[in-house]
């Protein structure tokens, strides 16, 4: 039997890896359809915000059990919005930071801790 701190992390790994996958499938999908179709610019950072928006919460409802979920949630968002920046930043050679990271980090954290919620919400229903 795992002891309570370890099953945290294990969810929190789990949601955060469930997270960055759908963000990598989702942004190559759109990045696709951007190639292919004439998507104006002004899409693309509200796009982002969805794809990001929805990984969170997949993760959150796919890795997090009931218990602690909002800072569970919470641990998840952060952790995703930093993996997927990095990955990303590395992809394009270049790190660069301001303040709409600190907002991306500040909209990962809620987003997950209201993904959390829901999420042990939802499996304390069914």
Known sequence: MQS?????????GK?????VVFTLAAVLLFALCIRFFSIGSSVI????????????FLGCFFGIKPGKAFFKGIAS??????LTYFLFAALAGAISFGW?????????????????????SAKTRG
């Open 77 to 82: 968002g952060l952790l995703s919005v930093l």
């Open 100 to 120: 709409g990271n600190v907002l991306d980090l500040i909209f990962g954290c809620l987003a997950g801790g209201i993904s959390g919620i829901i999420a042990a």
């Open 45 to 56: 950072m509200p796009v982002n915000q969805i794809i990001k928006l929805l990984a969170v």
């Open 15 to 19: 949601s955060t890896g469930i997270s």
């Open 4 to 12: 309570g701190g370890s099953e945290a992390v294990r969810q929190i």
